[in-house]
């Protein structure tokens, strides 16, 4: 997912160092080199990238940092052969995830935990414990987290007026139910969807389930107990999105709409509500027909409800989590500078001038925008960090939990088989 992520993000650049596909930024001279591969063609980024590099070989006299760049589709295909050759880039970027899971089972990654964990834990208790969490498998850090990510449900504050629907009360299912009964019933098309990609309608499912479950009710599915993702929670979570889809809720042809669709029709003003990104503010905007899109001040924005009887919390968080994964023969001073990538300063840096959702504790307080900033404290604040399920799971099982959610919620799939076909793709993984 958050591949896809990253491809509305990146924007085209022209050859920005990366073309020749040449590590760059540094000297093959220094006593180490620290090999550094990325997802990234924003050039303005990049020069926030390559800064970051310069200012830490200034500190460390004898280590230089080389930088590789790639769009995000030569990147995946790039690394698998780079991590089994002698060629592995030191640290690269990670989705973590099933994938990170499976890299850390080849032998190809050295984990962190004697660095994170080194003077009492600094590093660690520097960083939202979610977020290590959410890169650590078989009780050792996979990957130094790198970025986080937050879904939402963002509004279109004119027409929740049009309509009286008052975002501040929806807390529960059953509210955000009756609310898309309200828009509706004011002639207002309560909800973008983006039907042709699947993933986009994945996020219900998976931010139901997540309701219904809890942490440790998911967990527990992961490990096959309690019928897996056959279980009564996951079947529910089935139950109530095939509810929602009942009320038709979309705008018409959401079956046959991508998800850059779905942007224009919520930045078109044809739909009140997207349960969407962080950067939703910007992408609906470059995506409507005027290109303008809704004015920042006439977006308000509301985390996923609970359920009735639920496990699940409203600060159990579903989004992107990457991190910076380490290869086994990387030079030792690696862990030292992933450290310093990690560190308040270079966060609030980053979160000021590339506007990413920062790891370290306090560093958001350097993000302007005021959505933006919003996503940022409630990710300080929350209490499991779910990556989407495509990473997690892995691809093979991510991509039926994007059919059946779509099957579900077009009432051509009964949640207990789409609960049952996702255990049974998922039983294949454990063994």
């Known amino acids: 997912m958050s591949s896809r992520y990253h491809r509305m993000r990146l924007i085209s650049a022209t050859a920005v160092a990366l073309a020749g596909g040449m590590f760059t930024a540094g000297s093959a001279a220094a006593d180490s080199v620290i090999r550094w591969m ?13 800064q970051i590099a310069r200012d830490f070989e200034a500190k ?6 080389e930088l590789q760049f790639l769009e995000n589709q030569a990147f995946k295909a790039k690394l698998p052969t780079l991590l089994q050759s002698n060629d592995a880039p030191s640290i690269f970027y990670s989705w973590g995830g099933g994938v990170l899971k499976a890299q850390s089972e080849t032998g190809t990654l050295r984990p962190i935990n ?20 959410g890169l650590t498998f078989d009780g050792k850090v996979w990957a130094s987290p790198a970025r986080t990510g937050l879904v939402s449900f963002y509004y279109n504050k004119e027409l929740f007026k049009k309509a009286g ?4 009360k929806i807390a529960t299912w059953d509210d955000f139910l009756g609310a898309v009964k309200t828009l509706k019933q004011a002639g207002v098309t309560p909800i973008a969807g983006g039907g042709r990609d699947k993933w986009p309608l994945h996020f219900y499912w ?27 929670p996951f079947v529910k979570a089935g139950e109530r999105l095939a509810e929602l889809g009942k009320l038709e809720p979309f705008q018409n042809g959401y079956l046959g709409a991508t998800w850059n669709d779905a942007l224009a029709t919520f930045g078109d003003g044809r739909a009140a509500l997207i349960l969407s990104f962080e950067n939703t503010p910007s992408t609906q905007a470059s995506n409507s027909t005027s290109r303008k899109g809704l004015a920042d001040d006439n977006i308000g924005r509301f985390p996923f409800p609970v359920v009735s009887g639920g496990a699940g919390v409203t600060t159990d968080s579903f989004g992107g989590l990457n991190g910076w ?12 500078f992933l450290r310093y990538m990690a560190s308040i300063d270079v966060q609030k840096v980053l979160a000021r001038d590339t ?16 959505l933006l900033k919003e996503v940022a404290e409630a990710l300080a604040k929350e209490t499991w960090h779910q ?25 051509s799939m009964k949640p207990a088989d789409a609960a049952q076909q996702i255990e049974d793709a998922y039983s294949l993984e454990r063994k």
């Not at 003077?119 to 969490?133: H, L, Q």
């Open 387 to 411: 990556n989407f399920l495509d990473q997690d799971l892995g691809p093979n099982v991510g991509a039926i939990v994007n059919d059946i959610s779509v099957e579900v919620v077009s009432g």
């Open 60 to 65: 460390r006299p004898g280590v230089k940092v």
């Open 165 to 168: 629907v008052d975002a501040s």
């Open 38 to 50: 990325h997802v990234e063609q924003v050039p303005g980024n990049i020069a926030v990238w390559n």
């Open 355 to 370: 506007q990413i959702m920062p790891v370290a504790k306090g560093a958001s307080e350097a993000i302007s925008k005021p």
């Open 206 to 232: 998976s931010y139901l389930s997540m309701r219904e479950a809890g942490q440790k009710g998911f967990a527990d599915a992961k490990a096959g107990k309690n019928d897996g993702f056959a279980g009564k």
């Open 325 to 336: 994964a380490v290869t086994k023969n990387a030079p030792p001073e690696t862990e030292e």
């Open 114 to 133: 004697a660095a994170i964990d080194a003077n009492g834990g600094e590093w660690r208790k520097s960083i939202n414990a979610s977020a290590v969490d």
